[in-house]
């Protein structure tokens, strides 16, 4: 990709510096912001909007701000966490099947059939049953919902690939099937896994707001966007900034990913527009 | 056909069975000794080893699944450890407001998802469509449970419109419970229809250059008349496919949203018997979650291979 493609496809400029603005921030908050997260100060307490809190502050004090770009750097992470898990299972799996077919690649499917049978909220009570609540418990609930979304669109763009000339080609070679996937396969099915991977980042940082909100997920003092609205929720018929301010940032993420999303569709493959690349919460 | 059906329902049945030896298995793997944890810290040794010859902890885990399995066949899904009630009846209960609240949530999804869908695909390239789409963007990133917060802060807490939560049993006031579920129902809603709308749009855009349509334009139909014949029918399989996702999904989500608007669902009653470790609840709540979905996923698969019978042919 160079800059005449990023000039004619202005949505995935737009989304993805809007992305870039947010990852940013949170990664910023790793070294400065601008009070620390821990510090309470019950002067303060719902300070609002204004020149000395950009955003106000919470029940205890705390500063809005810092706490939304710590909690937007704990979203992401579990969102790309949970990515990580879903491409690095679910697509050798997709690429397996893809290859081989025959028992492989109905293990593969029913394999598929059973972790969509299993909402990732339902993972989520299982595993906080088992070990407990936290940030950890929201990556594997959501990774594990990632898998079969992957293993799905790795398969489809496998196979739809490997009916080519110079995979053909490749076989006469000599190149084992295993060696196919890798040089010729998985090349060529990367865009389809990089605009999927931009659709479940957003529905991962959704997720993880739902999963915190009940108490699933993220711990204090660890902050996430999700776990702010569930601090808020007993105060925000009074004080409704405490749950308006991470609230909008979660859904301009979101929307930001969503359309940096639809942009590298058209940009990396124009082919792409009509295939339904799965878009639903779950 | 019937082989397609046959081998559908066949897999619905493995997947049900493996879902349930996981469920199991990872409740199984759980530290501590139930018995002991009902029982309190000063229980005497005797009183523990009672109770768990009581729930059957000492029998092999083999059998204790295929009791489990076998019981939840009679529909006896076992006895809560902390409400010491039979789990099927705690369920059946909290099912009277989790299953309406999922139902009115699908009914408004479609309701307004649908029309704003084929709204746009009418005016495609026009500011009404431009408008809808936005609009269909921002619903989609919108956290359903916000926007339930939201709904009660301009509803409930301004407007005073309708209860901000909690909820009245059907049987002790129906127009009171109905009301409580309205907000909770339109939080569920927005995302999905949002989806729906986007998904109705594509499709009908998608159609609207396949060869039928030219015909029946040929044949002297104007293009609205067409699409209306043959277009809308056409366009609505993808969103068949969507629509059992969401079902799936908003059963899910209700247990996020029940919090939102304190209502005494099945999500909240998974959720107690976590923080409380009642492990039969535990179990059998989350089978009933999954086999919800799955039977969904199967209705869905089934009805499609019955609308198109072009899949029907492909897939036997």
Known sequence: MNWTTLRRHPRLVIGLAATLIFAAMGLLSLIWT???????????????????????????GRDMLSL??????????????????GVGIGVPLGLAAA?????????????????????SVVIAILIATLMGPGAGNAVIAIGIFNVPVFAQVARGGALAISTLDFVAA???????????????????????????????????????????????????????????????????????WLSLAPGLAIVVIVIALNIAGDGLRDALDPRLKRQGLTNVAG | MTLYLLRRIFGFFVTL???????????????????????????????????RLQMGLDDPALLRFSNWIFGMLRGDFGVSQTQKLPVAGLMVERMSVTLPLTVFAMVISVAVGLPLGILAARHRGKPIDTAL?????????????????????????????????????????FWAASRGLVLPSLALALPQAAILARVM???????????????????????????WRHGVRNALLPVLTILGLQFAF???????VENVFYLPGLGKLIYTAILERDLVLVRSGTIILVLVVSFTMLVVDLAYGFVDPRLRERRA
Request: proline letters at 7%.
């Open chain 2, 201 to 227: 749009r594509t499709a009908l855009v998608d159609v609207s250059t396949q060869d039928f349509i030219r015909t029946a334009r040929a044949k002297g139909m104007t293009f609205g008349e067409a699409m």
């Open chain 2, 133 to 173: 789409m936005v609009l269909a963007q921002t619903g989609v990133a919108v956290p359903n449970f916000w926007f339930g917060m939201l709904l009660t802060l301009l509803f409930a807490v301004t407007l005073h419109w309708l209860p901000p939560g909690g909820f009245t049993p059907w049987n002790e006031d």
């Open chain 1, 34 to 60: 601008p009070y620390p997260i821990t510090d309470i100060a019950i002067a303060r307490r719902f300070a609002t909007p204004g020149a000395e809190h950009l955003l106000g502050a919470d029940q205890l």
């Open chain 1, 68 to 85: 939304i770009m710590s909690g937007t750097l704990t979203s992401f992470t579990v969102a790309v966490m949970a990515i990580i898990i």
């Open chain 1, 170 to 240: 490749a076989r006469l070679a000599g190149l084992s099937r295993p060696m196919i996937a890798l040089r010729h396969l998985l090349p060529n099915i990367a865009s389809l896994i990089i605009v999927q991977g931009t659709i479940q980042l957003s529905l991962g940082i959704l997720a993880e707001a739902g999963l915190s909100y009940i108490g699933l997920g993220t711990q204090p003092p660890a902050t996430s966007l999700g776990l702010m609205l569930r601090d808020a929720q007993s105060l925000f018929l009074i004080h409704p």
């Open chain 2, 250 to 256: 908003l059963i899910a989500g209700t247990i996020i």
């Open chain 2, 17 to 51: 069975f493996i879902a349930a030896a996981v469920i199991f298995i990872l409740l199984d793997l759980l530290p501590g000794d139930p018995a002991r944890f009902i029982l309190g810290i000063n229980a005497t040794p005797e009183a523990v080893a009672a109770l």
């Open chain 1, 99 to 119: 290859i081989y077919g025959g028992p492989v690649e109905w293990v593969v499917l029913r394999f598929s059939d059973l972790a969509f049978a299993f909402p």
